[in-house]
């Protein structure tokens, strides 16, 4: 080979070094920056001095790279860097699980979840009369559940749907709850309405659509009681976590995480059921991880096998809709299970149920 061409190929890979080393000691530096700005509140990505920095650069260019190739090459600095800043914060977030800490039990007036305390979740999909709730209620209660879920108010894309009882059906399912020993599980919507859903609600349901209202969040939060949080339709597990946080911010690690399926292209079920969220999340908090498998598939034939599914990969609990009589349901009639379906269903589920967990 060419001595001149060796040479030449040494001194790129000495500045290629050099570039690493100075690369190196800007991303330490943007990790101190990342800190600081942690302990005064401050965003870390900054516009205005990422444009004046930029400019800068760009004025002292002289080339020979032009200075859109130099505005890519600081512009991907600058974003790496930004970056690193986010790994201070990520570490020290509330709900993220330290090495070695156990998986959170939470209390649900009573009744353990997590930690190896696994139940099924079921109820109507809204409360529609005092009468349909005392009826699926009873049945459930012979087949040993004691967690009820059931929607007083229901957010839903048409405005001319059934939108729910509104409080009055938390009045209803408190007293149907209390004459079989149940606990409750409930959706709230507003922000007006979270205090007196503490007066009837156990379990403080914010619903996929809710997940970054932020305000929301911050409330119940505020509450103590425990918090069950669906993930968004269309939300990473990043933000998901970070909606758990706003909770936990505020004094309540009574959370539980609900994944209940994210859209997709896919049209053969209602959404796409993340089974992956389910260790992935249990390695990165401590709170327990339900899977709601009658939003996630939007129906009923193929609920066993997804909550086998969900079991197997670690959930704590699984979530069902059922019905008295699905056909004239007010609302999500082809997911919601008849009393026979339901027991087929949790018959299909036993083998991944302990004794302990229904």
């Known amino acids: 080979m060419d001595e001149g061409l060796k040479a030449l190929r040494a001194e790129i890979e000495a500045i290629n070094r050099q570039i690493l080393a100075l690369l190196s000691r800007r991303g330490g530096l943007a990790k101190q920056v990342g800190a600081l700005k942690d302990s005064l509140g401050i965003g870390y990505f900054d516009p205005l001095r990422e444009s004046e920095m930029l400019c800068s650069i760009l004025e002292e260019n002289q080339g020979p790279f032009n200075d859109a190739a130099i505005a890519h090459l600081f512009q991907e600095i600058f974003r790496a860097s930004t970056d690193l800043m986010g790994t201070t914060r990520s570490q020290k977030l509330h709900v993220h699980r330290a090495p070695g800490d156990p998986d959170a039990v939470i209390d649900i007036a009573g009744i353990p979840l997590g930690g190896g305390h696994r139940s099924i979740i079921a109820g109507p999909c809204s409360i529609e009369s005092e009468e349909q709730l005392f009826s699926i209620a009873e049945f459930l209660h012979g087949q040993g559940i004691r967690l009820l879920r059931a929607g007083a108010y229901k ?7 059934f939108q729910g009882l509104g409080a009055p059906g938390w009045e209803i399912l408190r007293r149907v709850a209390d004459h079989f020993g149940m606990k409750t599980v409930s959706e709230v919507v507003d922000t007006r309405d979270v205090e007196n859903a503490c007066r009837w609600v156990d379990v403080l349901q914010i619903g996929a659509r809710s997940m970054q209202n932020f305000e929301l969040l911050r409330l119940v939060g505020q509450t103590r009681k425990p918090v069950l949080l669906k993930r968004g339709m269309a939300a990473t597990l990043e933000e998901f976590i970070l909606a758990a946080e706003y909770i936990v911010l505020e004094g309540n690690r009574n959370v539980i995480l609900c994944e209940r399926g994210i859209r997709t ?14 260790p992935i999340l249990k390695g990165m908090v401590p709170f327990p991880v339900v899977v709601d498998l009658s939003h996630s598939a939007g129906r009923r034939d193929i609920v066993v ?12 609990a699984v979530m069902v809709e059922t019905h008295p009589h699905p056909s004239v349901a007010l609302s ?3 997911q919601q299970l008849s ?4 027991r087929l269903f949790q018959a299909g589920l036993m083998p991944f149920l302990n004794p302990a967990g229904v």
Do not use: K
């Not at 957010?155 to 749907?161: C, E, G, L, M, V």
């Not at 909550?307 to 959930?315: H, N, V």
């Open 155 to 161: 957010p839903r894309t048409s405005p001319y749907a």
């Open 265 to 278: 292209f896919e049209t053969s079920t209602r959404n796409t059921l993340d089974i992956s969220a389910v």
């Open 305 to 316: 096998p997804l909550g086998r599914a969900a079991l197997a990969a670690g959930a704590d």
């Open 332 to 334: 999500d009639s082809q």
């Open 339 to 342: 009393p026979e379906e339901f």
